[in-house]
C-alpha cells in the first residue's frame, strides 16, 4: 500500500455546476464551498497530513469583477466564519501565493494563518492568487541573488511551498484534463486522477474510491 501523506487538488466545476442546476454561478461556488467543508473533513478522518486546494489562480482575474468580489467575499466569510473550528480540530491553514487583495481579507488570512500556525494534525493550504510559472521564476531569481548552487534541493527552499512535502496524489475534478498552472515542479512524480463530476457534485465516497485506487497503484519512481 503506497502512503499517503499529500493530496493536491484542482476544485473545478463550480461555476457549469451552477449555471447546471441553479442558473447561477455564484451558486456553485457557495455550493463548492460545502464540498471543501467535507473533503478537509474526509481527510482528517484518512489521517492524511497535508491538503492543497487550488482556490484562485493568478488567470483568474480574468473573470466577471462580480463573479471575483462574489468569489473573495465567501472566503472573508468562510475565514470569518470556520477558523476558529478547524482552530479546535488541530488543522493548520497556509496561504500559498500572492496576497494582494482587499485590506480586510489580507487581514482575516494573516490572522488565520497566525492562529492556527502551531496545529499539527492537518494542514491545509490554500492557493490564492497562486499560479507555478511565477512561483517558478520568483524562486529562480532568489536562488541567483543567493548565490548558492543551482540544484533541486536549493531551489526547493525558495518556493512557496517550502517545507511542505510534494504532493503524492493530485485530483482535477470537472471533466478536464489539464493542470491550469498548478504545483508545476512539485507534481513531477504525483499520481494524477482527473474526476468527471464538478467539484459541487464530488463527495467523501469518489474521494475514498481514488485514494484506494492510489494506495494499490505500483509507484516506479523511474526505477522497474
Keep these: 500500500m503506497n502512503p499517503l501523506n499529500h493530496v493536491a487538488i484542482i476544485m473545478d466545476g463550480n461555476g457549469r455546476w451552477g449555471i447546471k442546476y441553479k442558473n447561477s454561478r455564484n451558486a456553485g461556488h457557495r455550493a463548492g464551498l460545502d464540498t471543501v467543508e467535507k473533503i478537509i473533513k474526509e481527510t482528517l478522518k484518512q489521517k492524511i497530513k497535508f491538503l492543497t486546494l487550488y482556490a484562485f489562480s493568478t488567470e483568474n482575474w480574468k473573470r466577471p469583477k462580480k463573479e471575483i468580489n462574489y468569489l473573495f467575499n465567501l472566503l472573508e466569510t468562510f475565514l470569518t466564519d470556520k477558523v476558529d473550528n478547524l482552530h479546535k480540530q488541530n488543522i493548520k491553514l497556509k496561504i500559498i501565493g500572492v496576497k494582494n487583495f482587499s485590506k480586510n481579507l489580507n487581514k482575516l488570512l494573516v490572522s488565520a494563518e497566525k492562529k492556527t500556525f502551531m496545529n499539527k494534525k492537518l494542514q491545509v493550504n490554500?492557493?490564492?492568487?497562486?499560479?507555478?510559472?511565477?512561483?517558478?521564476?520568483?524562486?529562480?531569481?532568489?536562488?541567483?541573488?543567493?548565490?548558492?548552487?543551482?540544484?533541486?534541493?536549493?531551489?526547493?527552499?525558495?518556493?512557496?511551498?517550502?517545507?511542505?512535502?510534494?504532493?503524492?496524489?493530485?485530483?482535477?475534478?470537472?471533466n478536464t484534463k489539464r493542470l491550469s498552472n498548478f504545483l508545476l515542479w512539485q507534481i513531477a512524480y504525483s499520481e494524477i486522477f482527473f474526476e468527471k463530476k464538478l467539484w459541487p457534485a464530488f463527495n467523501e465516497k469518489d474521494y475514498i474510491k481514488i485514494i484506494k485506487k492510489y494506495k494499490i497503484i505500483k509507484r516506479n519512481f523511474g526505477k522497474i
Design 126 to 174: 490554500i492557493a490564492l492568487n497562486y499560479g507555478s510559472k511565477i512561483e517558478l521564476i520568483n524562486a529562480f531569481k532568489s536562488l541567483l541573488k543567493s548565490k548558492k548552487k543551482i540544484n533541486e534541493n536549493n531551489l526547493n527552499r525558495f518556493l512557496q511551498t517550502k517545507n511542505i512535502p510534494d504532493p503524492d496524489l493530485l485530483i482535477r475534478t470537472g
